[in-house]
């Protein structure tokens, strides 16, 4: 009957459910896959061993989160020697319902989810997009003071955050020093506009048409400051276009709730100075959500 559960209300074939943990909050299925043949050659009587062990997180029974612990093997075919780690074919199922996924413009990132995620639409969160700019911010000012004498140095002296920080945020007598540097220092000033500027798309763009539109004369006006690092900020505007505006394609989605997620993570790591025991650790992340730790953090 249960086997015929995991058909039903997971779409998982070809598993035989074994037994059943219960928890106050969730349900654990152990599950085993009924049979095994060669990847590569289809011989069905290639050898098993166990490798590892996936928890893996199906949809909910009821008010109770479940969870399905499959054994993982590595399958040794004695008819044409391969050898391969057992994938979990119910999986790839899983995979085709993203349809979305927000997340910064690393390299690795991007790569992994158009191997994996082939189809899904990417997402770049904007508030990765606005600290980039605010890095190409920063660069400027290191550059800009080593090129000063130590008089003028002295009027940068301790202002780094004054540039970084959002131009709403500052006290009047803030934007006014704000006002004064840029008019001083150019090329840092003509940084500081158009890192607002960029801001300011965030804000006023209503659909990914007026965005598109606005971050293309961006770039436009980044290449007429012959700035190198605005140059090189626009340059990657204009790879990552698509993605970009897909932000407003999808109801402003971003990544802050993994962000908060991965920050609970690391404070969890932090209070036993680190966990010896990998499972334990694993159902130590899986009640987080039920943990108070506002105040820890």
Request: with cysteine; glycine share 4%.
């Given at each position: 009957?249960?086997?015929?559960?995991?058909?039903?209300?997971?779409?998982?074939?070809?598993?035989?459910?074994?037994?059943?943990?219960?928890?106050?909050?969730?349900?654990?299925?152990?599950?085993?896959?009924?049979?095994?043949?060669?990847?590569?050659?289809?011989?069905?009587?290639?050898?098993?061993?166990?490798?590892?062990?996936?928890?893996?997180?199906?949809?909910?029974?009821?008010?109770?989160?479940?969870?399905?612990?499959?054994?993982?093997?590595?399958?040794?075919?004695?008819?044409?020697?391969?050898?391969?780690?057992?994938?979990?074919?119910?999986?790839?199922?899983?995979?085709?319902?993203?349809?979305?996924?927000?997340?910064?413009?690393?390299?690795?990132?991007?790569?992994?989810?158009?191997?994996?995620?082939?189809?899904?639409?990417?997402?770049?969160?904007?508030?990765?997009?606005?600290?980039?700019?605010?890095?190409?911010?920063?660069?400027?000012?290191?550059?800009?003071?080593?090129?000063?004498?130590?008089?003028?140095?002295?009027?940068?002296?301790?202002?780094?955050?004054?540039?970084?920080?959002n131009v709403e945020d500052l006290e009047a007598d803030a934007k006014q020093l704000l006002d004064n540097l840029r008019k001083?220092?150019?090329e840092l000033g003509d940084a500081s506009m158009m890192k607002e500027a960029l801001r300011s798309i965030y804000h006023m763009?209503?659909?990914?048409?007026?965005?598109?539109?606005?971050?293309?004369?961006?770039?436009?006006?980044?290449?007429?400051?012959?700035?190198?690092?605005?140059?090189?900020?626009?340059?990657?505007?204009?790879?990552?276009?698509?993605g970009i505006t897909a932000y407003w394609k999808t109801n402003a989605l971003s990544n802050a709730g993994m962000e908060g997620?991965?920050?609970?993570?690391?404070?969890?790591?932090?209070?036993?100075?680190?966990?010896?025991?990998?499972?334990?650790?694993?159902?130590?992340?899986?009640?987080?959500?039920?943990?108070?730790?506002?105040?820890?953090?």
């Amino acid at each position: 009957m249960s086997t015929s559960l995991l058909y039903h209300t997971q779409c998982i074939r070809n598993y035989q459910y074994e037994s059943s943990e219960y928890g106050d909050s969730e349900v654990i299925w152990n599950i085993r896959r009924k049979s095994f043949c060669c990847d590569k050659c289809g011989y069905p009587g290639a050898s098993i061993s166990v490798s590892g062990e996936r928890l893996i997180k199906g949809e909910k029974i009821g008010n109770k989160h479940f969870f399905l612990r499959v054994p993982v093997h590595r399958i040794y075919c004695s008819e044409c020697k391969n050898i391969t780690t057992e994938q979990l074919p119910f999986l790839s199922s899983l995979k085709a319902k993203i349809s979305t996924v927000a997340m910064d413009m690393s390299k690795t990132y991007i790569s992994w989810v158009e191997e994996n995620l082939p189809n899904a639409q990417k997402v770049f969160d904007h508030f990765h997009l606005i600290k980039l700019m605010n890095d190409k911010l920063d660069k400027i000012r290191r550059r800009t003071v080593k090129e000063l004498d130590e008089e003028q140095k002295a009027l940068l002296k301790n202002q780094r955050f004054l540039f970084l920080r959002n131009v709403e945020d500052l006290e009047a007598d803030a934007k006014q020093l704000l006002d004064n540097l840029r008019k001083v220092f150019k090329e840092l000033g003509d940084a500081s506009m158009m890192k607002e500027a960029l801001r300011s798309i965030y804000h006023m763009a209503g659909n990914n048409f007026q965005a598109e539109t606005a971050f293309k004369n961006w770039c436009s006006i980044a290449r007429q400051t012959e700035i190198k690092e605005l140059i090189d900020m626009a340059k990657t505007i204009e790879n990552n276009l698509e993605g970009i505006t897909a932000y407003w394609k999808t109801n402003a989605l971003s990544n802050a709730g993994m962000e908060g997620f991965n920050n609970k993570v690391r404070w969890l790591i932090r209070q036993p100075y680190g966990f010896r025991d990998k499972d334990y650790f694993i159902l130590k992340i899986y009640n987080l959500p039920n943990t108070k730790i506002e105040a820890a953090i």
